[in-house]
């Protein structure tokens, strides 16, 4: 069995609605360019604020995905 | 251009649902006092149980707004 | 009045749908075993991504009960 | 029940004595201005010295109080 | 000879005086369940307030024992 | 002699230019509401890109003041 | 299908001859009383000095089991 | 109103006279293979040292762009 | 003299024997699409289990390389 | 006026009583070698437990003293 | 070829005009005492702020040297 | 019995084959200049590449040794 290797890309997903879906949209726009993407690790999670409410959850994810 | 400057607050907001409602409580608090609110970072979260449930969320974000 | 002592104890929870429910289920495991839960910290976040989604989160929190 | 809400101010306080002296005159100054103080996390422990010893303890902390 | 190996816990002590005795009531608790005790690295210092005074001191301590 | 206090705030100054005005401008700013300021610390140092360029240096700060 | 549940317990090894022998004597102690080990993550190296030599690795570890 | 992703990249940009020269060559460098740059981070400052003086300034920024 | 840029990417190598050889696989595999590389930093060591066993090593670095 | 310089030393004071004193025996013994200390900073707090009681505080500061 | 060995040094400079000052004042005071000098690394940026303004910059840098 | 206090210096070791070799080869080096060292802490893993190969382990860490 060769042992495998992964790379780590840092990307921020946006939201008007939850981290949850911030998430998602990074992972889904991650999808794009990588195959075999097995885990995240949220780093950072901020928003911006408008109008006195919260218009946008910024989170930050760290993507591993394996390479051949 | 003037350079513009911001000051950031501390706050903990709390919510017996989710972490996205604690946050906009901490946010919608920080209105009654401070303008031009701009951005969140969230720095913490925690929460308190109670009868082996979760009964609060608890997060802590700084709030940047611009001063004049 | 006696000064109070706690233990904390780290576990991870996950969830196929949300943040909030893999904290949840973090808690309602350590239910089994502890008793006088009180507070718990978020120590991170990660998830697994199967298929270009995320299909579970990942959760890791403290818990601290009061012990007698 | 309304979500309770806090803010935290970051205060150092000192003392030719002791950690906890410094503490309590960190807690003391902040009576002044604001009420209903819940708690304090200590975030920093330095001092100043001079004739090679201890003159000053400063000790840092945020101070959690809750907001109406 | 065998490698030694050690096990740690987490745990909070309080006090109404010092952080000193908060940590001897974390670890005075800790004798309770666990031998060889051998040493503790405190990790957190926090404290509740009350009537604008520190009314008792919270000291987490990481606790290692030997373990056979 | 008493023991002093000291308050610390948060603040991002900004600047078309440096690092050192950006804190300078964030110095100027304080000046219009808090007096005494004793000391400051770099937490962190960001920028805005526009057309390829560094078109904003932005400095956070914590200032240290005296407190009578 | 149901959410696993995971525990994390923080261990020390030790070994005369290396980073790796620590690891697997943490691990192979913690076998003796926990099941369905997963993953550890290294969070501290340190070691003991005697005579001007390395006399002992110890390498802290946290280890995730999960819990039924 | 679709919701935007941003990609981080980590470069380390050197110059021979200052740290703000330094971010500005990372920056224009990265301009060569990415678009719509948004934002930079200045993750760590150092630097090389030749006949006991400053050779060269090392800047390492994390850049965020925006992703279609 | 041209200021030289590095970019930094973050991979994770894996090995069944050491922490040297995940390193060392991490860094092979680089090898097959970034030239001019310069050197790495160690950011997190974990690993698998298995049957009470270390199963897997998993290093993950960064690794520094020259861009033109 | 000449632009001062300070020098950072690393000590760990012990004391079977206090925190104050393990730092104050740092002081102490950093007074035999360095000349005009003026600060120091709590970088840890440590200790040795025995027969279930501590035996020892151990508190690492730093010590910055003035250079000519 | 025999393994080289570094030493650091934890130095703090200042100076009135700029950061990039400070550090080269730290540099060129090390100088005095330690011979090939390597690298350095900034660890901390702060200030003393007199009548409203930045009196001085104070820059903590870490040196490496290569000792024989 | 006296209260003992320990100093610390930072030093980092290299090797062309182990991270182990390069912390012995610290540990060597600094007994050329210390007594009585008692243990060691790991706090940077670096190395350097060449011909996309691990050409030098560089491990920084903290040695802690007994002063009279």
Redesign the interface.
Known sequence: MT???????????????????????????A?KTVRM??????V??????EN???A??QV?V???FA?D
Do not use: C, P, Q
Not at 37 to 42: A, D
């Open positions: 042992d495998r290797v992964y790379k780590k890309i840092e990307i921020t997903g946006t939201s008007a609605t939850s981290v949850e879906d911030a998430v998602k949209n990074a992972v889904a726009h999808a993407m097995r885990w995240f690790e949220v950072e999670t901020r928003g911006r604020l006195d409410k919260v946008e959850w930050t760290k993507i591993g390479v």
